[in-house]
């Protein structure tokens, strides 16, 4: 008998075994995805409620308080590629009247790099429509860029800001120019748009203390020791009407740590570069977050023998919350630019040294031109993510923002490719099979191994998961290539939302229905006990598939007719889950599930059956406004051209009936 059981484990091992290891290290993938990416996702500063709690611990007479920024190139705010970015405007807005709500008013700095870098980068692979008129000229939208971040960091109140590019134009004007307008001070080198009268230094009371910034760039610095000349005489100037001297210096570390040494009466030495803060006896080394990540914050108090200098960096994380007129600069922004066409022309392309993209008598074609002859690498990628990159930019609205176009489809930038704005282009709007294998009309048209990109190497996906957009991609990148390389034809319903969990952005999940459909009604079963699993993460919508009676019927319709395909009855419950979704949104699927056994009985039964209020249900059910609702219904429909109850949608995408419809055999058309 003990045999037959120890065989019985052994033959269930053997048949199990697999199975569970299969789980346990897709689980253990998984895991390690989501670690790495949190892991490398992390910004070292500290949260802002603390930075505030350690002001109250000080007061602001004897506290000498330095906000800076520094090489923020124009950055407006995190793109929203991953979770937990810091940085943004409207939340630097909002950290720096947190800090002056405590009785502090700062000296607040920018210690140069506003302009984008690209300007000179740019210059090599620049595409024909917008090249440079002069030689420092910067793209149209670059200047937009610019200008907006003058507007927004006069709003928060800054002193100073420092000139990085001497000369360079922002239109018509050289940025000297332009900055004549803003009422905070520049400091800046002598350039032939400007008159060279400038000063290297500034003094402001902080607290009881007049502080001087010196901006040493402006200095000629000696050939030999590479530390400026007339620095001491200069030094001797300012001390004479100053407590407390900071120098901003962009020069080398190591000429930064033999000016500490030189001169130790400084308080601190800043740059607008990178690195780690460092101490040269009383001399604080300090360094930026680029791109406007962190709010740098010096504080000086007077210490024994001397000042004392500290350091800290303020997260501008997604909880510290934008600043609403800075938020309102920045819609204002993303206006002009979705409306001005001028403002949508790429800046740069991706892939330049590929070979097949290059090719001038190659062009793009779309992916669906593939799916003919390579159904299964069809369907596998359709259900990736990749194929709805473009969707996600709708829904945030920043489809038309050339910065953020360029990763999120096929081809920006190349003459076949996608382009903003041109609807014959809109089958390139996505991450579609030509961004890895190469433009691929003459293969369509041949089809050879050598006219398509067979092999694609991790260097073509770490053009678009660059650090500064997807973070620990390239530690990961072996564990996420099974999710692209087409090896998992039949992804299920749980990897595919998985898969699109580990973003910032909820998957859109539509269920379209017709309620009296009783396969639409089988997919509810079918679904819902499903997706309750996942409501948090997911953003769910069932919708309704129904047709205008009048077809030029539209939202100034005060009240539009329509017509379902199971009749009257159907229209009216059709509006009713409708309005039981947004009223009792906890109960909604309860009430699905009750309805799905209870069709043919009244309505009433479930909603008692599951605590809701059937008069308020019923009064909200007949009035024009449900049923102008429905308009949206009707536009969705087209727009994504479902024609059967039920169809499942996610991200915008068709999601493939044998992925998901166990029990659901048909459709209702
Ligand atoms: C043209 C730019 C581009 C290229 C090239 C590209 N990706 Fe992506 N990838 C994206 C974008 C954009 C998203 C985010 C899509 C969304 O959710 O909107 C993404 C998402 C992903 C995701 C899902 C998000 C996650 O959890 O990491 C994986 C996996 C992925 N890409 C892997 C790859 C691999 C592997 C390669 C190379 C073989 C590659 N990608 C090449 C742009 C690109
Ligand atoms: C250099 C290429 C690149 C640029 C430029 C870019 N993205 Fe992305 N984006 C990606 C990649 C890659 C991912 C996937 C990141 C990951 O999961 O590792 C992504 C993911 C996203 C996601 C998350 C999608 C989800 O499913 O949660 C959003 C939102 C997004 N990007 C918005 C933007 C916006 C807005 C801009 C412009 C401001 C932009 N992106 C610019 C490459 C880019
Ligand atoms: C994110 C990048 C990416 C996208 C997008 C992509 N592929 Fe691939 N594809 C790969 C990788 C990686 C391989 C494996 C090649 C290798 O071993 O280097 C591959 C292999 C292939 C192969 C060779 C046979 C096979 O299945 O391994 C074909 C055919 C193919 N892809 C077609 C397509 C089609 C069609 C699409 C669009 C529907 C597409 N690919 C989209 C990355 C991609
Ligand atoms: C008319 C049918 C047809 C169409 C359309 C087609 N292919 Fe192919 N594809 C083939 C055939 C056949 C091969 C095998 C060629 C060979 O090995 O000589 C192939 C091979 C490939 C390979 C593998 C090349 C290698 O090195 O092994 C990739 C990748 C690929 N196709 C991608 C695409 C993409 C992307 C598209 C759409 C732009 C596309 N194909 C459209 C028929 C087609």
């Given amino acids: 008998m003990k045999k037959y059981i120890l065989l019985l484990l052994f033959l269930t091992a053997i048949v199990v075994g697999p199975f569970a290891y299969q789980r346990w290290s897709e689980a253990k993938r998984l895991r390690h995805i989501r670690e790495t990416k949190q892991y490398a996702a992390q910004i070292r500063a500290t949260p802002l409620k603390d930075f505030l709690q350690q002001l109250d611990q000080t007061s602001p007479d004897q506290t000498v308080l330095v906000l800076f920024t520094g090489n923020t190139q124009a950055h407006l705010e995190p793109c929203g590629c991953f979770i937990g970015q810091s940085g943004g405007l409207p ?15 700062p000296l607040l700095v920018d210690l140069g790099g506003v302009l984008p870098v690209e300007l000179k980068q740019m210059k090599s692979d620049v595409l024909e429509p917008i090249a440079f008129k002069t030689d420092d000229e910067i793209h149209a939208l670059d200047q937009l860029r610019v200008q907006t971040t003058f507007t927004a960091i006069e709003m928060m109140g800054y002193d100073v800001l420092v000139s990085s590019q001497p000369g360079a134009n922002l239109g018509e004007n050289s940025v000297e120019q ?13 350039s032939k748009a400007s008159p060279p009268a400038q000063r290297p230094y500034l003094i402001k009371t902080v607290g009881n203390k007049r502080v001087a910034l010196i901006e040493l760039s402006l200095l000629e610095t000696d050939q030999t020791t590479s530390i400026p000349k007339k620095l001491d005489s200069l030094l001797s100037e300012v001390q004479a009407h100053a407590d407390i001297v900071i120098i901003s210096s962009h020069l080398q570390p190591e000429v930064n740590k033999s000016l500490a040494k030189k001169y130790p009466n400084i308080s601190a030495i800043m740059s607008r570069d990178t690195g780690e803060t460092e101490r040269v006896g009383n001399v604080l080394l300090t360094y930026c977050h680029p791109h406007g990540k962190t709010l740098g914050a010096l504080t000086i108090t007077d210490a024994a023998g001397g000042n004392s200098a500290a350091v800290e960096h303020i997260a501008l994380t997604e909880e510290v919350g934008d600043d609403p007129n800075v938020r309102q600069l920045l819609n204002d922004f993303y206006g002009q630019v979705a409306s001005d066409p001028q403002l949508q022309v790429a800046s740069h392309r991706l892939f330049s040294s590929e070979a097949l993209e290059q090719d ?19 369907d596998q990628w359709s259900h990736s993510s990749h194929a709805t990159a473009f969707n996600t930019l709708q829904i945030i609205g920043r489809e038309y923002y050339s910065k953020c176009v360029s990763c999120h489809v096929t081809g920006f930038g190349y003459s076949s490719g996608y382009e903003i704005g041109n609807r014959d282009r809109a089958h390139l709007a996505e991450v579609g099979c030509e961004t890895c294998h190469g433009p691929g009309k003459q293969h369509t048209y041949t089809p050879l191994a050598t006219n398509i990109r ?9 053009e678009c998961h660059q650090p500064e957009h997807s973070p620990g991609f390239q530690e990961i990148v072996a564990q996420l290539m099974p999710e692209v390389d087409h090896s998992r034809t039949d992804p299920s319903l749980k990897q595919i939302l998985e898969q699109r969990g580990r973003g910032p952005v909820k998957p859109q999940v539509e269920l379209f229905v017709m309620s009296y459909c009783s396969y639409g009604v089988d997919a509810e079963k079918e679904l819902l006990p499903f997706f309750s699993k996942y409501i948090d993460e997911i953003d769910f919508k069932l919708r309704f598939i129904v047709s205008k009676k009048d077809p030029s019927a539209d939202e100034t319709d005060a009240e539009p007719e329509f017509t379902s395909l199971h009749g009257e009855t159907e229209l009216i419950e059709n509006l009713r889950q409708m309005v ?15 309805r799905a056994d209870h069709l043919k009985e009244a309505w009433t039964l479930c909603a008692q059956k599951v605590g809701l209020d059937v008069t308020k249900i019923a009064s909200a059910v007949d009035t024009p406004q449900a049923r102008r609702r429905f308009l949206q219904e009707v536009e969705r429909t087209k727009e994504l051209e479902i024609r059967g109850s039920p169809t499942l949608v996610i991200d915008g995408r068709v999601i493939g009936g044998q992925l998901w419809r166990g029990r659901v055999r048909e459709t209702c058309q």
């Fill in 178 to 190: 332009v900055l004549t307008n803003y009422r905070f001070q520049l400091l800046a080198a002598p």
């Fill in 580 to 594: 039981v979704a947004e009223l009792y949104p906890d109960q909604f699927f309860d009430y699905l599930l009750c």
């Fill in 360 to 378: 001038s008598n190659n062009s793009y074609i779309g992916s669906q031109a593939c799916q003919e002859c390579h159904r299964k690498e069809f």
């Fill in 454 to 462: 067979g092999k694609v190497e991790t260097s073509m996906c770490m």
């Fill in 91 to 105: 939340r630097r807005a909002t950290a720096i009247s947190g800090i002056r709500d405590k009785g502090f008013s």
